[in-house]
């Protein structure tokens, strides 16, 4: 009979690589992405012919910071869970300094603001004029739905 088998640590030393593998996959923070939407959602939708990125950089999705091959790869990406977390994630307004400071002690407390996110318009839209929306959400679309059901029924 043979000798019972040591399981061999095969990846035990090779903590450099899964530092590389994380930062390799790592994409925009929230309020990096924020800042692209109220600045330049224009100019990264109708971006200039890259032909290192893929689709030559012309399918752009600005809320997620992805880039895809091609305009169905795209559409089908807004359908997808992982872009409409991204679009639930951007409706809460960014954490800012000024915040961290009124959580510290230095100022009152403000709640952060909703806000109405829909995903981007396609490259003909924004031709035409359309942008990116990036609205606060009104007091009343705050309001719970049986609140609301109980409003519409007295009047």
Request: aromatic letters at 6%; one cysteine or more.
């Amino acid at each position: 009979m043979g000798m019972v088998q040591k399981r061999k640590k095969m990846h035990s030393g090779d903590t450099h690589l899964r530092r590389r593998w994380r930062v390799r996959s790592r994409r925009r923070d929230l309020d990096q992405i924020d800042e692209d939407l109220r600045t330049q959602s224009a100019e990264l939708i109708n971006q200039k012919v890259d032909i290192d990125q893929p689709g030559f950089a012309q399918f752009y999705c600005v809320h997620c910071a992805k880039y895809f091959i091609d305009d169905h790869a795209m559409q089908a990406h807004f359908r997808t869970k992982v872009h409409k977390r991204r679009l639930k994630a951007l409706e809460m307004e960014p954490y800012t300094v000024e915040e961290a400071e009124r959580a510290a002690g230095q100022g009152s407390y403000k709640a952060p603001k909703k806000r109405v996110m829909e995903t981007q318009p396609s490259k003909e839209e924004v031709k035409k004029g359309k942008r990116v929306l990036v609205q606060e959400k009104l007091e009343e679309d705050e309001a719970p739905k049986s609140k609301r059901k109980a409003q519409k029924m007295e009047t």
